[in-house]
């Protein structure tokens, strides 16, 4: 369990203690994390990310399409970006009082 968990994750630290407390296996500590140590070189070997970094980066790229400003007609007035402010008119600016105190 160790050594997959580690190749997945590439933290081999915090598999072992995973593991660890999951099993109550407090006497074999030396051998998981000497497990989690050697699995966590075979990773590189495959691939150059970890499975935290792949899901990082789709999550990312789920923000930025919904940060998107729609691209049809109909989807203009279901959908505001959150980035869009209200917009005051010009003459509504010049009709406000100004703040008390000044």
Do not use: C
């Not at 968990?5 to 407090?26: A, Y």
């Not at 989690?36 to 790229?61: G, M, V």
């Not at 919904?66 to 980035?83: D, H, V």
């Amino acid at each position: 369990m160790v050594g997959f968990l580690t190749g997945i994750t590439r933290s081999p630290f915090t598999s072992s203690i995973l593991v660890i407390e999951m099993t109550n296996s407090h006497n074999i500590i030396f051998h998981l994390m000497l497990t989690a140590l050697l699995a966590n070189l075979i990773p590189p070997l495959a691939t150059k990310h970890s499975f935290y970094e792949y899901l990082k980066e789709q999550y990312l790229d789920e923000v930025v399409k919904k940060e998107t400003w729609p691209t049809t007609p109909a989807q203009n007035s279901t959908q505001i970006p959150i980035s869009a402010s209200p917009q005051v008119p010009k003459s509504e600016k010049q009709n406000r009082a100004p703040p008390p105190g000044n």
